[in-house]
């Protein structure tokens, strides 16, 4: 529940960041973020091998890729923000406002993800946070429909994000299949009691 009512604190602020900043703000802010993600993917295998002498620890591998995506981050957030004057002249009228905060939203759901691969990451030693994970429904939602932004991730995490997902979806298949045999086993005795 926690972690229900923190993801959406995050997608409601973001909304409420992207409806004040406008579109062209959000639009470029997401595309910072996206290539941000991109030349991290593209350039850790380099930095990793740099800063490593075999594949290193999941944790050392993480912290990296971290590292190198803040770096980028910043860099073109400075790039971005030397050209603010003149994308505050570029206004939509009355769609900049609601159509950034869509798309902030669509920042906010990125966020999500970065900090539900975060909390998979721990989970794997917490107990307490893994059991709160399976008990989350804003968790089963992430895991199945914004899988897709793990293309952004080298291959280290998509592996945990793809044995996640496979997991979830063989209990929601188990759990589906019980709840049919369930309804199954329910009808003839409703089919009994309406022919007494």
Same mark, same amino acid.
């Given at each position: 529940m926690i972690i229900d009512v923190a993801f959406l604190i995050i997608l409601t602020l973001f909304f409420l960041? /992207?409806?004040?900043? /406008?579109?062209?703000f959000e639009f470029f802010g997401i595309f910072i973020t996206l290539l941000s993600?991109?030349?991290? &993917?593209m350039?850790?295998? #380099?930095?990793?091998? #740099?800063?490593?002498? @075999?594949k290193g620890t999941y944790l050392d591998n993480a912290k990296i890729f971290a590292g190198i995506t803040v770096a980028i981050f910043v860099i073109l957030?400075?790039?971005? &923000?030397l050209f603010k004057? %003149? $994308?505050k002249l570029i206004k939509l009228k009355r769609l900049d406002n609601i159509l950034g905060g869509f798309l902030g939203? =669509? !920042? /906010? +759901?990125?966020? =999500? #993800?970065?900090?539900?691969?975060?909390?998979? $990451?721990v989970s794997k030693t917490d107990q307490k946070l893994r059991t709160t994970m399976k008990e989350s429904i804003s968790?089963? *939602?992430? +895991?199945?429909?914004?899988?897709?932004?793990? @293309?952004? #991730?080298?291959? %280290?995490? !998509? @592996?945990?994000?793809?044995?996640?997902?496979?997991? &979830?979806?063989?209990?929601?298949?188990?759990? @589906? *299949?019980l709840k049919e045999l369930e309804n199954n086993d329910?009808?003839?005795?409703v089919e009994n009691e309406n022919n007494r």
């Open positions: 960041l /992207g409806y004040k900043k /406008g579109f062209i993600f991109y030349l991290s &993917n350039l850790y295998p #380099f930095v990793s091998a #740099f800063f490593t002498e @075999d957030f400075i790039v971005l &923000n004057r %003149f $994308l939203l =669509v !920042k /906010g +759901s990125f966020l =999500v #993800f970065i900090v539900f691969i975060i909390l998979l $990451l968790v089963n *939602i992430i +895991s199945t429909y914004l899988y897709s932004y793990s @293309d952004l #991730f080298p291959e %280290f995490i !998509k @592996d945990t994000l793809t044995e996640y997902k496979q997991n &979830n979806d063989e209990k929601k298949f188990r759990n @589906d *299949i329910e009808k003839p005795k």
